[in-house]
């Protein structure tokens, strides 16, 4: 099961979907409009009830992995293993995020792109457009929404309780969610094994997709 970062869609795993699939049965979604991670936690329940899966492993990124986090704690048999790619135990103070919901749900995600985007990729990724426009067509109240569950996400306190194998992955350059975020998660999380990725910020399956694939399939096999 795969999960989203903030403001994006599915289409963030096509780097990742085909070697996946030569292995697994892979299912997507996208991001309700949610306020607070527990609720984000339990569309997943509800997702995987509607297709009759007790248990799947789940991969989150950014946004995904807290949601990742909180689905292991709030329902721990559910979750097979668990991939925490380019996510945080808690990502900065909340009132910047509260402001960026105001801001987008007055003028859409617009404002937000350019910083975005860098903060996604390093200067030598040439390949934004698509997710410029991926950014642009994110609605408004769902892209709120999730800025809110982010900001009231704090799991600092209850790593140690998440029981499922764990694997972390981060990029080397990630502003936003980098090495010292995932040596919080990997330190705290028992027996969680850790892996940074060179030459890439916070999307880093898609600036290093190889590598980032390679690691990921041999932690699930």
């Known amino acids: 099961m795969l999960s989203n970062a903030l ?18 049965s892979v299912l997507r979604y996208e991001h309700g409009p949610r306020e607070t ?17 007790e248990r799947a492993s789940f991969c989150g990124v950014s946004l995904g992995g807290a949601v990742g986090m909180q689905l292991a704690l709030d329902a721990p048999e559910r979750v097979e293993r ?6 945080s135990a808690r990502f900065g103070d909340p009132e910047p995020w509260r ?3 105001e801001l987008v749900r007055r003028e859409g995600t617009e404002p937000v792109i350019d ?41 600092r306190e209850r790593l140690h309780e998440i029981a499922a194998p764990t694997l972390v992955i981060t990029g080397e350059h990630d502003p936003t969610a980098g090495p010292s975020h995932a040596s919080v ?16 910020a916070h999307m880093a399956q898609v600036e290093q997709a190889d590598e980032w694939n ?8």
């Open 115 to 155: 910083g975005t985007l860098d903060r996604w990729f390093t200067p030598a990724f040439q390949e934004r457009e698509p997710f410029r426009r991926m950014l642009l067509d994110a609605p408004r109240d769902v892209y709120a929404a999730c800025c809110e569950a982010i900001a009231g996400w704090d799991a």
């Open 7 to 24: 403001g994006s869609t599915s289409m963030l795993w096509d780097r990742q979907v085909p070697e996946l699939e030569r292995r697994f």
């Open 99 to 101: 402001e960026r919901a």
């Open 214 to 221: 390679d690691a990921v399939l041999e932690f699930l096999q």
């Open 185 to 200: 998660l990997a330190e705290s999380i028992p027996d969680a094994s850790l892996v940074v990725l060179s030459d890439a």
């Open 82 to 87: 668990l991939v925490l790619a380019s996510t």
């Open 37 to 53: 991670m527990a609720e984000h936690a339990q569309d997943v329940v509800a997702l995987l009830d509607e297709h009759g899966l």
